[in-house]
């Protein structure tokens, strides 16, 4: 019982950082990594799904 209750306290006691001064000008949108090679992923999502399209079609007996 002590345990969970000092747990507990420290878990309320845990506050939130207090936020910085307001941002003075337009907010800039976050960068996604993932806009850069966009055509690489999908060239490797298609070369992965005909590789395993492969592979089933070869468990299969004819």
Known sequence: MVFFFMFNVA???AGSP???PPQK???KPPVAPIDENLSLL???ALSFGIYII???KQKTPA
């Open 11 to 13: 878990t309320v006691l």
């Open 18 to 20: 207090t936020p910085g």
């Open 25 to 27: 000008g337009p907010i």
């Open 42 to 44: 999908l060239v490797g």
């Open 54 to 56: 492969y592979k089933n």
